[in-house]
């Protein structure tokens, strides 16, 4: 049995749709985060873009979200290797890639089935509220918990 695309290729060797097919579809990308000036630290909120569907953790505009959210993150195999990781979990299938980990047993592509990424608590589906509710951002700063990553 040959092995999947995800342990045979490199990020930039991928198709558009290998890359595409990495996102577990967690949203935990889209969560707002914060950060303290004075220390760096990146902060966590349980505020979400006013784009995302919450039920589906979607964006509902994701091939014109730049022009919508000028600062959103368009992921490229190119910039795997900056700055621009830590703005992803440490769950996220690109981050752990680029690092040379495994794709945890919940994501979609190792289980067969999307839901086992709401099922293993990775996913902010029914855990956030949008920025469209939100008057104080500091005052969402939450700690997300750990998920786990490692193979059953």
Known sequence: MSKPFWQTKSLTEMTQIEWESLCDGCARCCLIKLMDDDTGEMLHTDVVCRYLDHDHCACTCYHTRQQKVPDCLVLTPDQLHT??????????????????????????????????????????????????????????????????????
Not at 111 to 139: C, K, M, N, P, W
């Open 83 to 152: 700055e621009n990781l830590k703005w992803f979990p440490s769950t996220c299938a690109y981050r752990l890639l680029a690092e040379g980990k495994p794709l945890p047993w919940w994501h979609p592509l190792v289980s067969g089935d999307a839901e086992t990424v709401y099922h293993a608590a990775a996913s902010v589906r029914f855990r956030v509220i949008s920025e469209d509710q939100v008057d104080d951002l500091e005052s969402r700063v939450v700690t997300w918990p750990e998920v786990e990553t490692n193979h059953c």
